[in-house]
């Protein structure tokens, strides 16, 4: 059974169901769907693509050439020029350069900042519980994208801002489901044990009660890659993420719109890159919740 | 407690959660870069009108002052003057709101039409082909951005087609629903995915319960088993599924509204964030905020209502 859509940008805790499977077991990786594997092979490719860009690139993105503007696809220009007579083609191969990282870093630093204080609040308790959690309901009683909105209008374009904004809001769920995840695991024997022989709490932690935790937050990250990176397409697509000139498949969406009767490639491609990612990190995503929830 | 306790109690914690929001909202903005008196008098105004203005518009006083100076107007409903028009934001938000309210209205619709026909067929039809082709689309929804998928149906069916209009509003009932039409249909195929899978996971849970079980070893009908006990059953949790959406469906409101250049509260948004005209900002955020968490109340009492199990005051 799959769980519930649980996008950690909306604020809402998912249901969370206990996996059955931990990550590090012997044979794991053999019983990955097949489709863990596609959705690997197409992520791999995007990543080398934005990796080799520079290289693959046949010209540079931001050179401008007004007199050769809006050309249809040629031998020269395989997806022809945008309206300031930019190669399209090698803008969508650059763009990779910035959608990538922000899309990744956008999902793994909430990730990583709520699994840690997820972890420590539940092994803790007490005030450290206390202080964490109730942080965690004020930033979930909002609208999590209208606070976005606020926040990059406040602390000005640019991916720093998306960064912090995505940062600020969505370490909330993995917060609540490592939490949970310490509770169960705290009272087991093993731990137990370990308190037993004098471990110091630290290395309780992170010896025996982290490995045993963090599938809840590998199962939900794929989905929050395509969540972040999908935002900041729409940001640079309303004017208000990356800036110009840089290539950004949002922003270059926004460029070729006006044309789209007459370069409807334009517009189409850099949504097609963002699709084609989209899909690779869902099959992974989906592949890895069949496989660890048995 | 009662079930009207319910109600009144969970709307009591609206309250100090609305001051909250405002606060937040407030703050932030305050930190944000830019003189909102330059803003007003002009690049040229010297030192002294600048002066006059930041005390006509009280940024001498304290942030508290003008917190609390603040939610007074708001209470009044006085949000302010736009930097851009001049105009008051209220007013402003007068005339786009209808726009956004005709977006949400039969973007929903078209969510419900489309997510629980095929919600249910994926549930009774599990690991069946027809399943795996509604998950693969459903996928291939989550991967689309709002606003791409409006740019492509607008190249696909406005402009070869031509029967439907590329982006405005109209004055008339049919002239708004036939503008309204394709912008809506835009925001279900970027929603439905969400509903689709929450509400198959829901029914599968309820079809694997004992009591369908009992029913089918006894002889209930097919047909009447879903209809009576399992979508009955997976209704709830599907209400609560629609209102966790609600959130998404507003900012998918404010893409959308700009792709397809709709005068309504999301682009005014927009417009207002990259003229940074804060005040205008100000308001359509506590506005957007206000229908969240009333969307939220509002699945919450219809689910207390529909289900007698939710307990109540726990």
């Known amino acids: 059974m799959t769980s519930p859509p649980s996008p950690a940008y909306e604020g809402v805790p998912p249901t969370i169901e206990p996996l059955e499977v931990p990550i590090g077991e012997r044979g794991l990786w053999r019983r990955m769907p097949k489709k863990v594997w596609v959705g690997v092979g197409i992520v791999a490719t995007y990543i080398l693509v934005a990796l080799l860009a520079p290289v693959i690139a046949p010209y540079d993105p931001l050179l401008i050439n007004p007199a050769n503007s809006l050309a249809s696809p040629t031998a020269d220009h395989l997806l022809g020029t945008d309206q300031l007579g930019r190669d399209i083609f090698s803008r969508v191969l650059y763009a990779a350069r910035v959608d990538l990282p922000i899309g990744f870093l956008g999902a793994f630093l909430p990730a990583i900042a709520g699994t840690l204080l997820g972890a420590l609040a539940g092994f803790y308790g007490r005030w450290v519980d206390t202080v964490i959690m109730r942080t965690a309901d004020v930033v979930q009683a909002f609208p999590a994208y209208i606070l976005v909105i606020v926040l990059v209008f406040a602390l000005g374009q640019g991916a720093r801002s998306i960064i912090i904004a995505f940062t600020v809001l969505a370490w909330v769920v993995y917060a609540r489901i490592i939490r949970g995840e310490v509770l169960r695991v705290r009272d087991l024997d093993y731990v137990h044990a370990a308190r037993v022989a004098g471990l110091r709490n630290l290395r309780i932690l992170r010896v025996h009660v982290f490995p045993n935790v963090i599938n809840q937050t590998i199962v939900y990250l794929p989905s929050d890659i395509v969540f972040a990176t999908l935002a900041l397409a729409s940001f640079s697509f309303l004017g208000l993420g990356i800036p110009p000139p840089t290539a950004e498949w949002g922003a270059m969406i926004a460029d070729g719109q006006p044309f789209i009767t007459t370069n409807w490639w334009f517009a189409t491609v850099p949504g097609l890159a963002i699709v084609g990612l989209g899909l690779g990190l869902s099959l992974i995503g989906e592949g890895f919740e069949e496989a660890l929830r048995g | ?314």
Do not use: C
């Open chain 2, 1 to 314: 407690m009662g079930r009207f306790g319910f109600v009144g109690k969970r709307l009591l914690q609206v309250i100090p959660m609305l001051f909250g929001i405002v606060l937040v909202v407030f703050m932030v903005l305050q930190v944000t870069p830019g003189d909102p008196a330059r803003q007003i008098a002009g690049l040229r105004a010297s030192e002294a009108d600048l002066d006059e203005v930041r005390e006509s518009l009280g940024l001498n006083d304290s942030v508290l002052e003008q917190y609390g100076r603040y939610v007074g107007n708001v209470l009044q409903g006085d949000l302010g003057f736009s930097y851009k028009s001049r105009k008051p934001v209220a007013s402003i938000i007068g005339d786009r709101i209808g726009v956004t309210v005709w977006l949400m209205g039969v973007g929903l619709l078209l969510v419900v039409l489309i997510s629980v026909p095929l919600g249910v067929i994926s549930a009774l039809r599990k690991d069946r082909p027809i399943d795996h082709i509604i998950r693969g689309l459903g996928l291939l929804g989550m991967s689309m951005p709002a606003f791409w998928t409006g740019v492509i149906l607008l190249l696909l069916v406005a402009n070869t087609t031509g029967w439907f209009p590329s982006g405005g509003f109209g004055e008339t009932f049919w002239e708004k629903a036939h503008h309204i039409f394709l912008p809506a249909l835009t925001l279900a195929i970027a929603s439905s995915p969400f509903i689709i899978r929450g509400l198959r996971a829901e029914m599968i849970s309820v079809l694997e319960s004992d009591y369908i079980s009992t029913g089918r070893s006894i002889g209930v009908a097919g047909s009447r088993l879903v209809r009576r006990f399992v979508l009955r059953n997976a209704a709830g949790p599907g209400i609560t599924l629609v209102a966790i959406e609600a959130g998404f469906l507003l900012f998918g409101a404010v893409v959308i509204e700009t792709t397809f250049a709709l005068p309504g509260l999301g682009q005014g948004l927009v417009i207002a964030a990259r003229g940074r005209d804060l005040p205008s900002v100000q308001g359509y955020t506590l506005l957007f905020a206000l229908a969240v968490v009333t969307i939220y109340l509002l699945s919450d009492i219809i689910t207390a209502i529909l289900d007698p199990r939710v307990e109540v005051g726990k």
